[in-house]
């Protein structure tokens, strides 16, 4: 017979915070894999940019086959600037940071859409940037809150 105040050690009294998940859900791994692939698209676009800018006869395309006929200078230069920022905003989701998380998504909007109107100069590699900008967005807008939320 026990005692009525007694507490029993197999039972688990313990609760979390009000509002608060008790534990991250699998979806943090793709909040860090995003994350992680927002530095890696950064780093790229940057070398793209600076590819752009160093020798604009890599390219196939002349300007005027571009969508939009801008020099390749200007080009590299806006993918170096983007590539410099989605690396930052990488890092700030890493970390956590709500404001990157915004930065973030709109970074990686905006390098879906420079890559859509860059496609006929890198059609498979555009192609491909712009379906991780997609997965990134995603995995943000949707699951970014339990990284801030986790101990990791």
């Known amino acids: 017979m026990t005692d009525v105040g007694?507490?029993?050690?197999?039972?688990?009294?313990?609760?979390?915070?009000y509002?608060?998940?008790?534990?991250?859900?699998?979806?943090?791994?793709?909040?860090?894999?995003?994350?992680?692939?927002l530095i890696m698209v950064g780093s790229f676009q940057a070398i793209e940019g600076l590819v752009a800018i160093f020798d604009e006869g890599f390219y196939g395309?002349?300007?005027a086959g571009l969508v939009v006929n801008?020099?390749?200078?200007v080009w590299g230069w806006?993918?170096?600037?983007?590539?410099v920022l989605l690396v930052a905003s990488g890092v700030g989701v890493l970390?956590?940071?709500?404001?990157?998380?915004?930065?973030a998504v709109v970074l990686a909007g905006l390098s879906?859409?420079?890559?859509?109107?860059?496609?006929?100069?890198?059609?498979?590699?555009?192609?491909?940037?712009?379906?991780?900008?997609?997965?990134?967005?995603?995995?943000?807008v949707v699951h970014g809150r339990e990284l801030r939320d986790s101990s990791l």
């Open 6 to 17: 007694s507490s029993r050690p197999d039972v688990d009294t313990t609760r979390p915070a």
């Open 19 to 37: 509002g608060r998940d008790p534990a991250p859900t699998a979806w943090t791994g793709w909040v860090v894999f995003g994350s992680f692939m």
């Open 61 to 63: 395309v002349t300007e």
């Open 70 to 73: 801008v020099d390749y200078t």
């Open 78 to 83: 806006t993918h170096l600037l983007l590539g």
């Open 95 to 103: 970390a956590g940071n709500t404001a990157a998380r915004t930065v």
């Open 112 to 140: 879906a859409l420079v890559n859509l109107v860059f496609i006929t100069a890198y059609p498979v590699w555009s192609v491909l940037i712009i379906t991780i900008d997609v997965l990134v967005i995603y995995a943000i």
